[in-house]
């Protein structure tokens, strides 16, 4: 089955920068556009990046862009968010997802998510 | 990038019928048909319940609807069960290999 597992969450510094990883396995990870959604605590869903099946398109929400790079490697079927300057606003559960198809408009699965947590 | 607009709440007796709509623009919802639903129960990552407006997953009930009428769509959930209650929201692409959520609405069985 589709397992979508996020790991680099933690307590970083106001600034700072932090890599978070997402190991896929149950699927054809090339095959698939892939998202990172977060939601901040109590709040609602926010849609973070894309990336297309091939890395060949990103695209970023207008409030990380410039700050946030998403990269796939498709040899080891895992996705990264590179966060850098990272501000007390971007506090949050970072879910990892995976499109229906090769670019981008259904996310179909979710992981467990990783918490990010930016605090002095 | 603005979010859509999703009413903050609704609420539903067991056995009865809730609608939860979602409001965007001639840019996104209005545009595409590729507006999806998620069910998100406290504590856990969200659920696909519909997807390009009025398709249902395979394991969804099909007490789960939806449809689209211009730049507004609409999730419908019949026969209320307790196991309803969660937060929903939806979701458009907008282009540009971008999407959009609604803020979510906190669906409450009574």
């Known amino acids: 089955q589709v397992q979508l597992v996020e790991s680099g969450g933690g307590v970083v510094q106001p600034g700072r920068s932090l890599r978070l990883s997402c190991a896929a396995s149950?699927?054809?990870?090339?095959?698939?556009?892939m998202y990172w959604v977060r939601q901040a605590p109590g709040k609602g869903l926010e849609w973070v990046a894309l990336?297309?099946?091939?890395?060949?398109?990103?695209s970023y929400a207008d409030s990380v862009k410039g700050r946030f790079t998403i990269s796939r490697d498709n040899s080891r079927s895992t996705l990264f968010l590179q966060m850098n300057s990272l501000t007390p606003e971007d506090t949050a559960v970072y879910y990892c997802?995976?499109?229906?198809?090769?670019?981008?408009?259904?996310?179909?699965?979710w992981g467990q998510g990783t918490l990010v947590t930016v605090s002095s | 990038q603005s979010a859509l607009t999703q009413p903050a709440s609704v609420s539903g007796s067991p056995g009865q019928s809730i609608t939860i709509s979602c409001t965007g623009t001639s840019s996104d919802v209005g545009n595409y048909n590729f507006v999806s639903w998620y069910q998100q129960h406290p504590g856990t990552a969200p659920k696909l319940m519909i997807y390009?407006?009025?398709k249902r997953p395979s394991g969804v009930s099909n007490r789960f609807s939806g449809s689209k009428s211009g730049i507004t769509a609409s999730l419908t959930i019949s026969g209320l069960q307790a196991e309803d209650e969660a937060d929903y929201y939806c979701c458009s692409y907008a282009g540009f290999s971008t999407v959009l959520f609604g803020g979510g609405t906190k669906l409450s069985v009574l």
């Open positions: 997802a995976r499109d229906v198809g090769a670019t981008g408009t259904t996310i179909l699965y």
């Open positions: 390009e407006v009025n």
């Open positions: 990336i297309s099946y091939d890395g060949t398109i990103e």
């Open positions: 149950g699927f054809t990870f090339s095959s698939h556009a």
